[in-house]
T-cell receptor
Framework: GAVVSQHPSRVICKSGTSVKIECRSL??????MFWYRQFPKQSLMLMAT?????????EQGVEKDKFLINHASLTLSTLTVTSAHPEDSSFYIC????????????FGPGTRLTVL | TQLLEQSPQFLSIQEGENLTVYCNSS?????LQWYRQEPGEGPVLLVT?????EVKKLKRLTFQFGDARKDSSLHITAAQTGDTGLYLC????????????FGKGTLLTVNP
């Protein structure tokens, strides 16, 4: 149980294009999902908290107009990197917190974004 | 802002040795989690500790949560090459936002 998937696992795009990354909780409902980015050999940095049915809460320094988050259902959150640039290249990881009962987060396998 | 100091940042040991990774903060956490991450994959939860003074064992891994819930340690006994990976501690501050604060991670290499 408690499986979180991400799609795509890898994406390469040209500078200036937009990329959408999906995060799904496969066997549980998640009112809250989180988006992180991770640079090589570094830890995870929280970008935003995604709440089903409401606007995402962004961490300081994260541009909300560049990183669009939509949490349309209890099992799906999407992160869209708009007008991507090479400096946006990173490993993006989502996590989901079960709606009931479990005091933990389950992480997806990550999406490697490379912007040329 | 809650910060978690994790040490050491890098650790290279021989198979069979023991090791301890530390996670310290000046803040109190409602729970603390330890994860292991392989390159190119998401973190995998190892354990969650909630109660001050709590000790949990997972085979050769022993996790402790400090009495004041500000620090934690991970001890690995008789390390194996399969233990190689990035170990991350993360604290949840409580409240309704459930945000995790991550330590910088410990990159462990166990050599044969």
């Amino acid at each position: 149980g408690a499986v979180v998937s991400q799609h795509p696992s890898r994406v390469i795009c040209k500078s200036g294009t937009s990329v959408k990354i999906e995060c799904r909780s496969l066997d549980f409902q998640a009112t809250t999902m989180f988006w992180y980015r991770q640079f090589p050999k570094q830890s995870l940095m929280l970008m935003a908290t995604s709440n089903e049915g409401s606007k995402a809460t962004y961490e300081q320094g994260v541009e909300k107009d560049k990183f669009l988050i939509n949490h349309a259902s209890l099992t799906l959150s999407t992160l869209t990197v708009t007008s991507a640039h090479p400096e946006d290249s990173s490993f993006y990881i989502c996590s989901a917190r079960p709606e009931l009962g479990v005091d933990t987060q389950y992480f997806g396998p990550g999406t490697r974004l490379t912007v040329l | 802002t809650q910060l978690l100091e994790q040490s050491p940042q890098f650790l290279s040991i021989q198979e069979g040795e023991n090791l301890t990774v530390y996670c310290n903060s000046s803040s109190v956490f409602s729970s603390l989690q330890w994860y292991r991450q392989e390159p190119g994959e998401g973190p995998v939860l190892l354990v969650t500790v909630v109660t001050g003074g709590e000790v949990k064992k997972l085979k050769r891994l022993t996790f402790q949560f400090g009495d004041a819930r500000k620090d934690s340690s991970l001890h690995i006994t008789a390390a194996q090459t399969g233990d190689t990976g990035l170990y991350l501690c993360a604290g949840e501050g409580g409240g309704s936002n459930y945000k995790l604060t991550f330590g910088k991670g410990t990159l462990l290499t166990v050599n044969p």
